[in-house]
């Protein structure tokens, strides 16, 4: 489990949901481009937001999905209006947000915790 504790916090370079938005912009130019992001982009992106690598438990993957998910919400802010103006049917912007989505990593990297709390079905 991560150490969130206030003394953890006030060593941290960034407070998380700042260092988490900065990651956004940082991975917002990629999606921009149509460029793919893979993992070592995402811990690029998450690295310099955070200034410590995932070692530290500031970060984790599923707060870099976080961060993927917060990009793709920059990108709709941004081109979304013109986006679904060009296509104008359902299928259409589902296509085009499916392709959005698929230029961002699978959620395949889990903490110790998020498996340990897996339930099987």
Avoid at 46 to 67: I, N, P, Q, R
Avoid at 84 to 103: C, H, N, W
């Amino acid at each position: 489990m991560n150490d969130l504790s206030p003394a953890t916090l006030a060593q941290a370079p960034v407070a998380p949901a700042s260092a988490i938005l900065a990651a956004a912009g940082l991975l917002l130019p990629l999606l921009e481009r149509g460029q793919r992001v893979d993992a070592a982009m995402l811990r690029a992106a998450m690295e310099t937001a955070f200034g410590v690598s995932d070692a530290s438990g500031l970060w984790d993957w599923k707060t870099a999905y976080d961060a993927c998910e917060a990009a793709t919400v920059l990108f709709l802010r941004k081109y979304g209006v013109a986006m679904f103006r060009q296509a104008d049917t359902p299928v259409a912007r589902l296509t085009a947000l499916s392709k959005i989505a698929g230029l961002l990593p699978s959620h395949t990297r889990r903490s110790e915790e998020s498996q340990t709390l897996q339930q099987m079905a």
